[in-house]
């Protein structure tokens, strides 16, 4: 009877676990395609009213994306200053556990992003040096999540790394840790989550229109983008710029 009992608890937790999980990813990926529709007031609203639906790492990530966009698509100095202060606010005291060192790697990445655009070299360093730091520390850790999640921050270690890896030498001939990057980024392309396909596509555009030389192949995955988001004028843009290489 106790073992009975045991099972049908361990099933009902399971099948909750798995429905909390897909309501997260649901979620996620609701607001995440408003985003990238370039409707960011709706992006915004949506992600104020169904946050704390949200898993930390979404919670984090997308918030961080969304501010990304209103400054990438106005370059205002008010909105420069959020995405500023957003950032400030989210880099933790402490990263104790992996999750904390995932949300970290995410909020330098959009740190590295951010500085570049303002051509602060010192803040590119000091973000590029703790994005390296951090992804060190969690090599030798074993993730404690699975699923779409884990694909999505190992997608933004891809990124980083590759970028790292790439030099003046380096870019007269493709190596071979750059090729398993490329085709690891391909193969989350492939994915049916919405978040992971898209991060991973405009990855592959930008790297094979500005780093391989290779803007056909760039051009099918801005073309899938295009596809996917027609209202986002980024998108168009950098198709165009990719056409005319060809």
């Known amino acids: ?10 099933l009902v937790t399971s099948v909750s676990f798995a429905a909390n999980a897909m309501n997260n990813d649901s979620i996620a990926s609701r607001i995440f395609t408003l985003i990238y529709d370039q409707n960011l007031s709706e992006a915004e ?24 966009w209103k400054y990438r698509t106005t370059y205002s100095k ?9 950032i400030e606010a989210s880099i933790l005291p402490e ?3 992996y999750e904390k060192k995932m949300r970290q790697i995410i909020v330098r990445s959009y740190q590295l992003r951010f500085e570049k655009k303002k051509f602060n070299i010192f803040g590119m360093l000091s973000a590029r040096s703790n994005i390296r730091d951090l992804i060190k520390e969690i090599e030798s850790e074993n993730p404690p999540f699975s699923g779409d999640e884990q694909k999505l921050f190992e997608s933004y270690v891809i990124m980083y790394q590759y970028i790292e890896n790439i030099n003046f030498f380096a870019n007269a001939k493709k190596s071979e840790a750059r090729e398993k990057k490329l085709q690891r980024m391909e193969k989350f392309a492939a994915e049916d989550n919405v978040i992971l396909n ?9 790297m094979y229109q500005k780093i391989e030389d290779e803007p056909a192949i760039g051009l099918n995955h801005f073309k899938i983008l295009t596809t996917k988001y027609p209202t986002n004028k980024t ?11 060809i």
């Open 95 to 97: 990263t104790d556990t």
């Open 198 to 206: 898209t991060v991973a596509h405009f990855f592959l555009a930008r």
């Open 78 to 86: 008010e909105n420069s200053r959020k995405l500023d202060e957003l």
């Open 1 to 10: 009877m106790i073992q009975r009992l045991i099972v049908t608890f361990l």
């Open 235 to 245: 998108f168009a843009e950098y198709q165009a710029e990719c056409e005319e290489k």
């Open 45 to 68: 609203h949506s992600y104020t009213t169904k946050k704390h639906e949200l898993s930390e790492f979404y919670k984090t990530f997308l918030n961080l994306d969304l501010h990304w």
